[in-house]
């Protein structure tokens, strides 16, 4: 697929993936959605990589919602259906087996957020601004953010946010537990990308299965207990905790990768 409203650029082992309609804020419309879902389900060679940076292009958006003109001709059906495209799309990058950072760079609204949210953390420049302004459209979210702003939030600081659709700064989004980390814009890749080096140094596949048993927690149908039971025996022999355990046994740092 040729992309047309996302930059892909592959470099040491970290892929980063830039949304670009800066003239509409980055807005999502239907392609950028279909976009984004071939790469994280078709392209990314998550074997081959480190981990995944999603940030906006420009230096005034992250994503400032779904595109709202796409919503003028939309019926109850296809509202339903490009609902349930996004909410497929945004769980495959919450099920991504290697780390999704966003990197918030300005607005993050709507459809916006709900993309960051998807992601496994969130690190924001200053400038980032944070909500969920459907209601203002006379609109619920669709794209998840009922859901996952109560998982990282809490109930009722998401109620709020949600009813009033106030926009919260950088400061009150890292005191709320939406971000993880402010920086100044212009060091705002590198400090993804160096979240990104501190995790590649660890197993890969005790990574992969931790992101699973962490989304397991908040799957209805798991049982993570038993789920983490499971994965712990099947981590417990593999040649990376052979080889973890004995590097601390040896006194030596474990070498997990080629690269590494
Ligand atoms: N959709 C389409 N275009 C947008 C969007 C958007 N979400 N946001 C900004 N733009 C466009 C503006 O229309 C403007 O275009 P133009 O230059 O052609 O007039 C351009 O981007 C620049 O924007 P502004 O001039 O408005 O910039 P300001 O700095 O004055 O304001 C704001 C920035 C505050 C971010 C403002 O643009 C704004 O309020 N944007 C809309 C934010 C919003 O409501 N987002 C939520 C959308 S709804 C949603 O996301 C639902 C998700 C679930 C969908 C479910 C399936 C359908």
Not at 216 to 241: C, H, L, Q, V
Request: proline share 2%.
């Amino acid at each position: 697929m040729e992309l047309k409203n996302i930059l892909l650029d592959i470099e040491d082992g970290i892929a980063l993936v830039t949304i670009n309609r800066p003239k509409a804020l980055n807005a999502i419309n239907d392609d950028v959605m279909t976009e984004l879902g071939w790469l994280f389900n078709d392209h990314l060679d998550f074997q081959s990589l480190k981990g995944v940076i999603i940030t906006g292009s420009g230096e005034k958006a992250f994503v400032a919602g779904a595109d709202i003109t796409q919503f003028k001709n939309l019926d109850k059906q296809a509202g339903c259906e490009i609902s349930r495209k996004g909410h497929k799309v945004y769980n495959s990058i919450e099920s991504c087996p290697i780390p999704v950072i966003a990197a918030i760079n300005g607005f993050s609204l709507g459809g916006g957020n709900e993309l960051a949210m998807s992601c496994h953390m969130r690190i924001a420049s200053t400038n980032a601004r944070f909500g969920q302004p459907e209601v203002n459209l006379g609109l619920v979210p669709g794209y998840g953010g009922t859901q996952r702003l109560i998982q990282l939030i809490g109930k009722g600081r998401a109620m709020e946010l949600l009813l009033t659709a106030d926009i919260i700064s950088a400061e009150k989004a890292l005191e709320y537990g939406l971000i993880t980390h402010i920086v100044e814009q212009e060091g705002l890749l590198a400090a993804a990308r160096s979240l990104i080096n501190k995790i590649s140094s660890k197993g890969p596949l005790a990574i992969a299965r931790t992101i699973e048993l962490v989304n397991a927690y908040f799957d209805k149908n798991a049982n993570g207990f038993m789920k983490e039971a499971d994965r712990f025996g099947e981590t417990i022999g593999s040649d990376e905790s052979t080889e973890g355990v004995n590097a601390f046994l040896e006194k030596r740092k474990a070498k997990f990768r080629n690269d590494s």
